[in-house]
């Protein structure tokens, strides 16, 4: 039962062949078994799962369920859940219960799907390997001696075990592709202001954005067709219609152009990897779709560009994180002073207070003209790129990650080197553009992500450029053997 579809798993729960307590019960079991070996869950939330299915369960039987009624699914542990422990993967909300859903958890709420629980992250969704999370690492389950990536690596390690059919990410910089290209998932960022980032703690407001991570482009579709629209409490969020994403997934993408940014393929590529992608692309080629080698020049700047962005909206976000009004406070404080000082330096780990102090420093007195002001202009121009390319494209392909997952401490104490695990993915998120990650191919058994990115609400083509492959290769099918 784990193995199947959100389409196969609707069928059954439409059919009566099984029941979504049963169902439910189910994926429960096997995140119980193995959970602790992976560490992908935070929070496990038994009994309310189980109210939730039985509240499904009699929507099937009065005749009134939904295409996604009665289905399990995992929520990346930065969505606010009423009455739900929503941490962050930190100490400093370890105790925080969230007063209200985020309007992603009200609307995959009122679909009837059911919650299983919260998954673990990199604090604050700072991290690209699921390390410096509080409650301690993910592991992958193609090789639990490695990282799922990050930062919505819980959510990607419980969807490759089947702990769970499906599940919520976040991604700032490649938070949702990059853990999906690690584990042998399919991830979608959407345009920025596509799906509400209301009740979704923030990390860098004008970056982040909420998306699907599932196993094919066919379930991710499904999920967006409810993640989406317009939310009046979320001032960046777009009032537009809303298509059905399933409707477009079987269009030929003959006759599809496909840009190859030469800035892709170039020194930081594992060769491997490379060859892996390649091979995708002539699987497009072979279906029709034209190839177009392109350029995005401004590459070179996404990396110096996110990094002072990121850290300079972070540190402003997590203001509010002062022991007074959210968060850990520290025990008996001299004065105000020491309560600021001591509660968020017991509360946050390393790799956030990094954060906050780069980006404190670049909005800061004689520094804000020089790196943040200059930042946002280098943004500007890495999206008058895609801009360009769009002219002669229709899409434009290329790796999702630099190498397949990497081993637990190969990278967390070299910043840098971290950081340029998102050398493929940081550019969208700074020009607000949709793009996915699917699976490619293996190299040494651990699993590839091919990347498609898209021009503004091109989300449609994406996803059917995603189901079209997935209909010529079985690589999003494979399970790890441990898992199975």
């Known amino acids: 039962m784990h193995n199947k579809s959100l389409s196969e798993l609707s069928t059954a729960l439409h059919s009566g062949d099984i029941s979504s307590v049963e169902l439910t019960q189910h994926y429960l079991d096997r995140i119980n078994k193995h959970n602790a070996e992976l560490n ?6 038994d009994a309310r799962a189980l109210e939730q299915a039985k509240a499904a369960d009699k929507l099937f039987a009065s005749k009134k369920a939904g295409a996604l009624t009665g289905i399990p699914l995992a929520h990346k542990d930065i969505f606010c859940t009423q009455g739900i422990r929503t941490s962050c993967a930190s100490k400093m909300l370890d105790k925080f219960i969230a007063p209200y859903n985020a309007t992603v958890v009200e609307k995959i709420d009122a679909s009837g799907m059911v919650t299983l629980g919260k998954t673990n992250m990199d604090e604050f969704a700072m991290g690209s390997s699921n390390e410096t999370s509080f409650y301690g690492p993910v592991k992958n389950p193609w090789d639990t001696d490695r990282v799922p990536g990050g930062s919505s690596g819980g959510s990607a390690s419980a969807i490759a075990a089947r702990l769970a059919p499906i599940a919520t ?3 700032t910089g490649g938070s949702i592709r990059q853990p ?3 584990c042998n998932l399919t991830g979608l960022k959407p345009t920025y202001g596509r799906v509400s980032r209301y009740g979704m703690i923030a990390f860098a407001s004008s970056l982040d954005q909420a998306g699907p991570m599932a196993t094919s482009a066919e379930d991710a579709a499904w999920l967006m067709n409810v993640m989406s629209g317009f939310d009046k409490r979320d001032s ?8 059905d994403y399933t409707a477009s997934l079987n269009d030929s993408v003959e006759g599809m152009t496909i840009g190859l940014p030469k800035e892709y393929f170039g020194e930081g590529l594992d060769s491997k990897v490379a060859a892996t ?6 699987t497009y080629e072979s279906m029709g779709a034209k190839i177009k080698e392109i350029s995005l020049p401004n590459t070179s700047l996404a990396i110096p560009t996110y990094y002072v962005v990121a850290p300079a909206e972070c540190s402003s976000n997590l ?18 002073m020491d309560l600021y000082t001591r509660s968020r330096g017991e509360g946050f780990g390393d790799e956030v207070k990094r954060r906050i102090m780069i980006g404190a420093y670049a909005l800061s007195a004689g520094y804000y003209d020089a790196y943040y002001l200059k930042a946002q202009q280098c943004r500007r121009l890495i999206s008058n790129d895609f801009q360009e390319a769009f002219k002669e494209v229709d899409v434009i392909m290329g790796p999702t990650a630099p190498t397949p997952a990497f081993r637990f401490g190969e990278k967390v104490n070299d910043p840098v080197a971290m950081y340029l695990e998102d050398i493929y993915t940081i550019n969208t998120n700074l020009a607000g553009i949709p793009s996915i990650s699917i699976p490619a191919g293996f190299v040494d058994g651990l699993p590839v992500g091919l990347q498609i990115i898209g ?8 996803l059917n450029a995603g189901h079209q492959y997935q209909q010529q290769t079985d690589w999003h099918q494979r399970v790890p053997e441990a898992f199975k």
């Open 40 to 45: 992908a869950f935070i929070t496990v939330t």
């Open 169 to 171: 990410g976040t991604d």
């Open 180 to 182: 999906s290209s690690l």
């Open 236 to 243: 960046t969020s777009v009032d537009r219609d809303v298509p």
């Open 277 to 282: 992608v390649e091979a995708a692309i002539k």
């Open 319 to 336: 203001s509010r994180m002062d022991g007074v009004r959210f968060g850990h406070r520290a025990e008996d404080p001299k004065d105000l």
């Open 455 to 462: 021009n503004y609400f091109d989300e449609g083509r994406l």
